[in-house]
Every structure is written in structure tokens, then in C-alpha cells.
């Protein structure tokens, strides 16, 4: 059992909006506990790097992952972030016609959920999700479950053991919701305390939290509402809820909440809006709106592929970044087709233009267009913001966790085509410059042709969850 172990070759992050940081020859030290120690730039040697960190080290004890031969189109970067997936729903990927947001729930939703009641079927799911996600990069999920308490456990205990970072949000829902899957106040209540005792008393295992989850307004009533914003202010919870994702539901809220000045001040009003929040959607917003959100510091997790197939809309997202809220991204699963985050990415930058298209100004057109690098922020630095966890994973920092995919864009079965004048050749310190600017060209091939395969191995707290090592 190794006590220490460096990585070597070319790690790429975005710790910034909008700018790519590639270190190539980079060792990188981290301890058993899955904390980066020592990043060391122009690394000769590796394993010399970790004893000269640690005297204590022998080399027996240390692991070194190198993957300097194949530096011209592999690197380290750091895993991916979903903000927004419903765990429960994932049967239903690709399957919801031509509904919108209302439809879509009762026809497609409600009944899938509900089913997971019965606990084989959701370890199917669940299991299934957690193949697909890791597999995917995704080493931090902000997971929705169903109303059911006991599938939820199942959920948290199936996340520990194949170790992804995750939220467990148990669906909150107690009006407006069909007689099969709704729960009452008091139950609703007991059936939240379940899951958290369980997460924090039994399963004892810290990449896993709850996370208290009012589906959204029209399902919760307001003495739901007040309870869980009170729960989570007591207990330190995150929340995560939709927010002004479609017009039919903004009207119902209006309807509902007569009293409050918006949507978003429904959810203000009940203390829902905090640091540690994730407001999914949050598509048709005033600028009071997101006046409040910026106020409340809560983060926006944006689903663009949700949002064009049950044809939500177009996030703004650009407008938030100007606002300085936090952005990440989100599957949205099954809103969303795609568990892949690298997918949401490109579909991020793609809506980004589509609105830029009906901007007349080319300017403000081009400010509204994200970038290759600005989607991949918003997939790793972005989702750690949201999430409350930037200081913890999204980058590579000392001090922080290794959350990290290792991308090869050459792998067996890869679908990206990379020539020979297009490889990066780090070898060349003198060419270091010119190879910045290849590697970005690399990077964007990633994003528009690349998918899973390209994944070929994956870590969480240091370590390796994909491919799984466990039989
Ligand atoms: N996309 C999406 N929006 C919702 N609003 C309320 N519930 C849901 C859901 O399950 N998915
Ligand atoms: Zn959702």
C-alpha cells in the first residue's frame, strides 16, 4: 500500500474564467488522504520529487502515475462537476417527446420516480448512473433521488462505495403533486431526518453530504418551505431547488404566491437563498432577481441541454458571470439527454450563441458567446464555486483535493483524430509558447469530438474510482 503518490506530465486547469493554465512536465505529490501536497514545475524526476517533499518516503512506498511519453496529447484536468442530475430519472434519458416542463412531469416523471420505491429497482438505477458518471469524469455530483428515504440511503451507501464526491438531495414535495408521490409536512419532515442522520451518523463518510431539496415552489407548500430553510440554516445544509425554468410554471408561482414580488422572492422569503445554494435554471430572472441572487451569494446551475429539449429556453448565462454569480453546469438528467458534462459543456457554448445571434450589437455578440475555455471553467472551477467547494476541488492547488481525469485524446478506441503536426511537444522547453497554443487547439478538440472514451482513468480524494478497482 503506497503512502504517496505523484502524477507526472501535463496538468491543464482553468482557475480563472477564461484562461487555460497548462503546466507541462509537472510532478505532483499527493498523501494518502488524497490531498495535493507539492506541485512541482520542470520535474526531472518524480519520484525524487515526493522524497525530497517528504524525507520519511522510501521508495517503496511511493507510486508514481507518468505519463510523459504520451504528453503530446494526454494531460491531467480536473474532474468534472454536475451541479443538477436526477439520479432517479436516468432510465428516462432521450425519452420525452415533444413535452414541455408541466407535461413532462406528470407524463414521464412521476411515474418513474416513483417506482423507485422498490429498492431493486433503484440499486439497478442508481448503480447504473454511478457507472455511467464516473466514466464519464464526473467526480463531484449534486444528486436529486426521489421522495423515498430508504432508496435515497441506498443512493448515499452506492456513492461511498464506488467513491464519488456527491449530494444527496431526497425530493421534498407536499402539494400539487399526484396522489401516488407526494408526501405530508410531517412526513416529508421524518423522511428528510432519515436521510441526514443516516448520511452524517452511519455512513460517516465526508465526500458524501445531504443536501435539502424542495422540488420547487408549486409542489412545496410554504410551511414545507419555511421548515426546510430552517432545517438547513440549523443543520449547515446545502439546498438545491429549480428556479424559473419554464413561462407556464412562472405564471403558476405568481398564482400560487400572490404575495411575493417574484419567484425568486418565494424562495427568499422561506430562507431558502443561501451561499449553499444551487438554483437550477434560472432562465426568465428580472435584474431584482438576480440582484437577490448575487445578495444571497446562491449559485446558478446551468442545464442547457434540459433547457433546449423540454425547450425551457436560454439561460443567460453570460449575464450572470457580468453580475459575478456563481455559475456551474448541470446534466439535468432526464430534462437533459447526456450524463456527460463534457457534452453540457459544448451545448453551454453552443445556446451562448444562439443568443448571441439575436444580439444586433457585434460587440455585446461577442461578449455573450462563451468560450472553450469559459465552458470548461464553468464544468470544473465553476461547479466547485456553486457547490460551495471551491476551496477544496475544481483546480489544481496545494492543499486541495485530487479530484482529476487523466484525457488521452489518442486512446484505442478514440474518436478524436489527432496529427502528427498538431501534437504539442513539450520535450522543447524553447517551445513552450507555440505550445500553448497548440494544446488550446487540443482542448477544443476534446470538447467538440471527444466523449468518454477519451476518459482513461479517473480519481476522487486521490483515489482511483474509474476504472474501478474494486471487483
Ligand atoms: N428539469 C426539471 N425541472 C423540474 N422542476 C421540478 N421538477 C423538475 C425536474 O425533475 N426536472
Ligand atoms: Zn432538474
Not at 452524517?200 to 420547487?216: A, C, G, H, S, Y
Request: net charge negative; proline share 3%; aromatic share 10%.
Amino acid at each position: 500500500m503506497s503512502r504517496f503518490t505523484v502524477f507526472f506530465g501535463t496538468f491543464v486547469d482553468t482557475p480563472t474564467l477564461g484562461h487555460l493554465r497548462i503546466r507541462p512536465r509537472t510532478s505532483l505529490g499527493v498523501s494518502s488522504d488524497g490531498t495535493i501536497r507539492f506541485i512541482k514545475p520542470e520535474s526531472k524526476n518524480p519520484l525524487q520529487d515526493a522524497q525530497d517533499f517528504d524525507k520519511s518516503l522510501n521508495s517503496w512506498e511511493i507510486t508514481v502515475v507518468d505519463t510523459l511519453e504520451r504528453q503530446g496529447s494526454t494531460f491531467f484536468f480536473p474532474g468534472f462537476i454536475d451541479t443538477h442530475v436526477h439520479a432517479s430519472q436516468y432510465p428516462n434519458a432521450g425519452i420525452f417527446g415533444s413535452s414541455t416542463l408541466l407535461d413532462w412531469l406528470e407524463k414521464y416523471t412521476f411515474p418513474l420516480e416513483a417506482g423507485l420505491k422498490d429498492l431493486e429497482s433503484a440499486r439497478k438505477i442508481y448503480d447504473r448512473v454511478l457507472d455511467k458518471t464516473l466514466a464519464h469524469g464526473t467526480t463531484t455530483a449534486s444528486y436529486y433521488t426521489t421522495i423515498d428515504a430508504d432508496s435515497s440511503n441506498l443512493m448515499a451507501e452506492i456513492c461511498a462505495k464506488r467513491g464519488q464526491r456527491a449530494f444527496i438531495g431526497k425530493v421534498c414535495m407536499d402539494q400539487n403533486s399526484p396522489e401516488y408521490y407526494i408526501e405530508t409536512l410531517s412526513e416529508c419532515q421524518h423522511s428528510l431526518q432519515k436521510v441526514v442522520n443516516y448520511i452524517r451518523n452511519d455512513l460517516k463518510d465526508d465526500k458524501i453530504k445531504p443536501i435539502v431539496t424542495p422540488r420547487f415552489a408549486p409542489t412545496c407548500s410554504s410551511d414545507l418551505m419555511a421548515w426546510l430553510g430552517k432545517t438547513a440554516s440549523e443543520q449547515e445544509l446545502h439546498i438545491q431547488t429549480h428556479l424559473s425554468e419554464n413561462k407556464k410554471e412562472l405564471k403558476w408561482v405568481g398564482e400560487l404566491f400572490p404575495d411575493s414580488d417574484s419567484y425568486t422572492h418565494v424562495y427568499d422569503a422561506h430562507n431558502l437563498l443561501t451561499d449553499k445554494t444551487v438554483l437550477a435554471h434560472c432562465i426568465h430572472l428580472s435584474d431584482e432577481e438576480l440582484e437577490l441572487i448575487k445578495e444571497r451569494k446562491s449559485g446558478v446551475s446551468h442545464c442547457p441541454i434540459s433547457n433546449s429539449s423540454i425547450t425551457s429556453g436560454e439561460c443567460q448565462v453570460r449575464r450572470f458571470l457580468d453580475h459575478n454569480i456563481k455559475v456551474g453546469l448541470g446534466t439535468d438528467l432526464s430534462g437533459g439527454f447526456d450524463v456527460s458534462i463534457l457534452c453540457t459543456a459544448r451545448q453551454a457554448l453552443l445556446v451562448s450563441r444562439h443568443l448571441a445571434m439575436k444580439e444586433h450589437d457585434t460587440e455585446r455578440q461577442e461578449h455573450i458567446k462563451l468560450s472553450v475555455n469559459d465552458v470548461l471553467y464553468l464544468s470544473t472551477f465553476g461547479g466547485a464555486e456553486v457547490m460551495d467547494m471551491d476551496l477544496q476541488v475544481g483546480s489544481f492547488e496545494v492543499g486541495k483535493q485530487f479530484d482529476t481525469q487523466l484525457i488521452d485524446l489518442e486512446s484505442a478506441d478514440s474518436r478524436v483524430d489527432v496529427f502528427e503536426w498538431q501534437h504539442a511537444k513539450w520535450d522543447k522547453e524553447d517551445q513552450d509558447e507555440a505550445n500553448k497554443g497548440l494544446f488550446e487547439d487540443l482542448l477544443a478538440k476534446w470538447l467538440f469530438t471527444g466523449d468518454d472514451r477519451n476518459t482513461i482513468r479517473v480519481w476522487v480524494a486521490g483515489k482511483q474510482v474509474f476504472p474501478s478497482l474494486c471487483s
